[in-house]
């Protein structure tokens, strides 16, 4: 038995990587990780301010659209414009999602970068130090769930038995707050690595890029390996190699959301090429089979119905919706999963039909699918987004009869609104006063 104190014993780190010798890449250092770490913050802001936005956008506060009771929901909402331009929610969700999938490989770096840190020892040296290695636990698991859960939805893939746009926009608070609270106690660091090593030096210079950064008196944890092998990479090859695999992420899913010739080299991304199901030359997301609707309930029988204020209602067949007037407009569908379509579609506005069953201007709008079952089978719309300009119920796309995969006989068209609000087979449109 050793007679040494415990307090001495666990003074000593364990062999492993808990040694200050373990580590020995002569890359890592304040330099590096305040690298990776600025160019991550800003991506992450640009991310989750993208995130947040589409939750404005959904008009949480509007009908069932809620994703979060009420009153769980944040206190405050950022501002999403009813009848924007229709390529704002399409920008938003393409910098969210193929933002979020080209940051993995900076992220998987940021974390190398800082690995020794995890064996810090000891684990825990003082009540202030606990908290922020618990903030840091809640930011590495936040990440860590949010990149999961965001990249298998958005390849559209949904094996979670729990409600994902729940748990996505309660796993943004923490992991928002959590990033917030890292990068305010690291930026003394960031600061001071720019200061002391020049802010890119250590990766302009050719022979710079290979040595190991200095040890700092002032840092007795500060990441600069005591030992340090060899290098294999400089610095420039390590932040090369990172954003060639940023670049190459890029190239392989970016371009569902940005088409053109890049759509053909997206064969990471769910609506690239390949994987798609197609109905009149663009992409269906959820078709008629899947979401039980039938050519009964779409066929000859069908009236949609139309209800207003005071119990005022009326039922119209197609054939009736075709005799209002028809307004034809070019409108995407933007997807909250980052891909989307633009085409030109032709229907009944939105407001001839409030004209017809008496809604007044300011009243808001839920459109219920034929469709039997699931969340998406409504949306609820805000006074504003029903007078937007060209907002409609679209009978037909591209001068065709829509088809029963795009939602025939009547689908909502209002640009501007993530496609989630896009309701295909719509039955009924009832206006109602916003609360
Ligand atoms: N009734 C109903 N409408 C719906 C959906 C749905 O599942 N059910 N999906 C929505 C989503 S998420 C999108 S992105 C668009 C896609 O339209 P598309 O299938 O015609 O491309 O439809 C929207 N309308
Ligand atoms: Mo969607």
């Known amino acids: 038995m050793s007679r040494i104190p415990l307090r001495e014993r666990l003074a000593e780190p364990p062999p492993g990587p808990s040694r200050p010798g373990f580590w020995r890449s002569p890359l ?19 991310v989750s301010l993208t995130g947040f936005l589409s939750h404005a956008a959904y008009r949480p506060a509007l009908g069932r659209n809620a994703i979060v009771p009420l009153d769980r929901d944040l206190p405050i909402t950022l501002p999403w414009p ?39 020892w000891p ?39 729990f409600n994902f746009v729940l748990a996505h926009y309660y796993g943004a608070v923490v992991f928002t707050g959590a990033f917030l609270l890292h990068a305010a106690i690291q930026m003394p660091k960031v600061r001071r690595a720019a200061r002391e090593r020049g802010v890119l030096k250590p990766l302009l210079d050719a022979e710079a890029s290979r040595r190991p950064e200095e040890r700092s008196p002032e840092e007795a944890h500060d990441l600069v390996a005591p030992d340090p092998a060899p290098a294999t990479i400089s610095r420039r090859g390590l932040v090369g190699m990172v954003g060639g695999a940023m670049g190459l992420v890029f190239l392989t899913w970016g371009g569902q959301s940005i088409g053109g010739p890049l759509r ?47 119990g005022r209602s009326v039922e119209l067949s197609r054939e009736e919706l075709l005799a209002m007037p028809q307004t034809t407009t070019s409108c ?25 069953v008496g809604a007044a201007d300011g009243m808001a709008l839920t459109a219920l699918s034929l469709q039997p079952a699931g969340v998406l089978r409504q949306a609820s719309f805000s006074a504003g987004d029903v007078h937007a300009t060209n907002a ?16 025939y006989p009547a689908r909502i068209m209002v640009p501007g609104l993530p496609g989630v609000h896009q309701t295909k087979w719509v039955g009924r449109l009832t206006f109602f006063r916003e609360a």
């Open 28 to 46: 890592r250092g304040p330099w590096l990780t305040a690298f990776f770490g600025s160019v991550l913050l800003v991506g992450l802001l640009l």
């Open 82 to 120: 009813s009848g924007g331009p229709d390529w704002l929610y399409a920008l938003n969700q393409g910098v969210h999602v193929t933002l979020g999938v080209v940051l993995v490989p900076l992220i998987l770096a940021k974390l190398w970068s800082v690995i020794p840190r995890l064996f810090a």
């Open 123 to 161: 684990p825990v040296s003082s009540p202030a130090q606990a908290l922020e290695r618990l903030s840091l636990l809640l930011l590495v698991g936040g990440a860590g769930f949010q990149f999961a859960t965001g990249i298998v939805n958005a390849q559209i893939y949904y094996p979670f038995s």
């Open 264 to 310: 053909k080299v997206a064969v990471l991304a769910p609506r690239g090429r390949g994987m798609d199901r197609y109905a009149q030359g663009f992409v269906v997301n959820k078709t008629a089979a899947s979401a039980r609707v039938t050519r009964e309930t779409t066929g000859a029988g069908y009236r949609l119905v139309v209800a207003g204020p005071g």
């Open 332 to 356: 995407a569908i933007s997807c909250v999963e980052g891909w989307s379509t633009r085409q030109r579609w032709t229907g009944v506005l939105l407001t001839d039909l409030a004209a017809r």
């Open 392 to 407: 409609m119920l679209a009978l037909a796309v591209n001068g065709e009869p829509l088809a029963l995969d795009h939602g």
